[in-house]
């Protein structure tokens, strides 16, 4: 089972570099999200959605977009990077279970991004 | 809004010695809570979740955790530590005034394990 699939692994951008982080699951989930994690700050969420077509936003949406055009992927990007936004960035997907992602959340192994 | 405070930001326990990771939440509406775990370099795995079943929740390595309502706690015990929890956890919660699709996670505890 391939589970959540995160593309690339590890990215250095530029400042003002644009970059889409790739996102796809096989497990028929309706309910995708981002987070960034942080030391001592833990996970945030940045963008979440419910089914294909639906998207919203989370703890720190700013200087981020995401599109879900299929239930398969949801792709995060990064318009113009910003040094702030160095981070790793962790994508997760589960079932919705008609009140929010009751159910077993599985994340993505992560992709470490550097923006110098 | 909701959120979670995970009370040490490091812990540090002998081998065999009770593990107890601290977690308070706040949700103005009956939350889910989530513990997870993460080795270095790596992902997040579950280890136990709370969905308004049963307040003592067990889950994955021999760890549990209890719901406290009256205390809004959702602490993470294991009676014996193993060299092999070492790694940082993180409990979260849905709910509040986010949503059940809002997860809101804590700053995480480094757990160390020691001989």
């Known amino acids: 089972n391939a589970g959540v699939t995160q593309t690339p692994k590890f990215q250095v951008l530029k400042t003002g570099q644009s970059m889409t982080l790739q996102c796809a699951q096989d497990?028929?989930?309706?309910?995708m999200s981002w987070y960034r994690q942080d030391p001592g700050m833990g996970l945030r969420l940045i963008h979440y959605?419910?089914?294909?077509?639906?998207?919203d936003q989370g703890e720190v949406p700013n200087g981020y977009n995401v599109s879900r055009s299929t239930t398969e992927d949801f792709p995060l990007r990064l318009l113009s990077a910003a040094p702030s936004q160095t981070s790793v960035y962790f994508c997760?997907?589960?079932?919705?279970?008609?009140?929010?992602?009751?159910?077993?959340?599985?994340f993505g192994e992560g992709s470490w991004l550097t923006v110098v | 809004a909701q959120s979670v405070t995970q009370l040490g930001s490091h812990v540090s326990v002998s081998e065999g010695a009770l593990v107890l990771l601290r977690c308070n939440y706040s949700?103005?509406?009956?939350?889910?809570l989530f513990w997870y775990v993460q080795y270095p370099n790596q992902g997040l795995q579950l280890l136990l979740k709370?969905?308004?079943?049963?307040?003592l929740v067990k889950g994955i390595n021999g760890f549990e955790a209890e719901f406290k309502k009256s205390e809004t706690s959702f602490h993470l015990t294991k009676p014996s530590a193993h060299m092999s929890d070492a790694a940082e956890y993180f409990c979260?919660?849905?709910?509040?005034?986010?949503?059940?699709?809002?997860?809101?996670f804590g700053a995480g505890t480094r757990l160390a394990v020691h001989p």
């Open positions: 997760a997907s589960s079932y919705f279970d008609g009140r929010g992602p009751g159910n077993t959340i599985y």
């Open positions: 497990m028929n989930h309706e309910y």
């Open positions: 959605s419910v089914g294909a077509g639906i998207t």
């Open positions: 949700s103005s509406v009956p939350p889910y």
């Open positions: 709370y969905t308004s079943a049963a307040t």
């Open positions: 979260a919660v849905s709910g509040g005034s986010g949503g059940y699709n809002k997860l809101i």
